[in-house]
């Protein structure tokens, strides 16, 4: 393969390999810079980005190996065949492998003092060394892609690695043999240290705790090793998937998750009979006073925004920060309205004006004595199926009864008809 075939890489940078600077300006590699090998694998195995290059690199540099001496060498090998059997087709490389034995596990090493073209010459067409007999197996087995890994297979849900690739929680998939090793029913690991459990250390740092009815820490202790790495991948993807689609300054949902979990909640409310409404609002007059008053005062009347409204709607509910000032609240109930009488859009509007008048009402200490003592909300309801019955369909049909309340003097929640008339 050569250093024109034009074929896009992902390059997940794990360490300190010196990298950066040689391969950023390539348009034809896309670079992630993670901590530790855990986190490599969480990003292979989950990318945030669905349109990421199907082909990837991991790249190993300086201080990220985990462990010592041959615990560190028989850590490194698993997480590299870790790698393999969430992606055969990832080519694994080092700048500074730590010993002969990982040196032959990789597909090549790489010199960071060395050219640039050197370097991307060498990414896109690496050395196949020696494997381990996993590895082998894995690249030489036809690539498929994860959604294409049978998961009823006994063999991917006896092996967490292959359950990981297959969209299967790996930690559950240890539990269960450690459960039948120990002959015990309930097994478990809970978040942190807790007491009466196992604490589950990776990296030097406690990443769960193992817990059994019946049984002392002292009798848990010997299967934890097992459980560390996957407990580790386990917790970085769910970070992952948290800073994917959760907006950083408000703690909102983002447009990516409002997107996807409004079709999801559609498709479900269809096949149930149910109802869905959004409600899509901003704050009235909201860049005005972003630029009198200044930008953390704004950043400060958008998370507060985001607190109030989580203090009246429902567990089952969302809260999505989709612009600037621009937010949408998706109101779901999956198993139906407690009350079978009760009237669904009626419901939510009631919730809509406690939020609006909480907004009014509240105080933001963070602003200045010259700052407005009250703000006000402008929104727009719409519910499937009387208002559309796609997600495009519903969030217009909500943005023009927000626009139709801002020309009523704003401060306004507008219900349409269609819902008003529903039973």
Known sequence: MSAQDGQARRVILVGRTGLDAKLRLDPDMELLRVRNPMEAIAE??????????????VVFGEGSTPGIGERMDESMKAVIDGLRLVDPAVSVMATSPASDSIAQSVDGILDAGRSAEEIREQIRAPKQAARSAIGENAMNAPHQTRAAVDCTNDEVLEDPARALAAGHDPVLVVLSGIAKQIGVETLRVERGLVEHGAAIVWGGAVVGTL???????EQLAPHTAMLAPW????EQM????LAAYSDPLTG???RRYFDQFLAAALQIAQDNRHSVTVLVFDIDDF???NDRFGHAAGDDILKETVRLLRSV?????RVCRIGGDEFAVIFNEPEGPRDPASRHPKTIYQIAERFQKQVREATFPKLTAEAPTTLRVS??????????????????????RAMEGKRQGKNVIMLGPGADGAE
Request: glycine content about 6%; hydrophobic content about 40%.
């Open 379 to 400: 929104g727009g309801l719409a519910t499937y199926p009387w208002d559309g019955l796609t997600p495009c369909e519903l969030v217009a049909k909500a943005d023009e």
């Open 287 to 289: 860049k005005n006073f």
């Open 313 to 317: 709607i429902r567990p089952t509910d």
């Open 211 to 217: 817990v059994a009815e019946g049984l002392r820490p």
């Open 231 to 234: 407990v580790a991948i386990r």
């Open 44 to 57: 292979l195995a989950d990318p945030i980005d669905d349109q990421s290059p199907a082909q990837s690199v």
């Open 252 to 254: 909102a949902w983002n």
């Open 238 to 241: 769910r970070r992952l998937r």
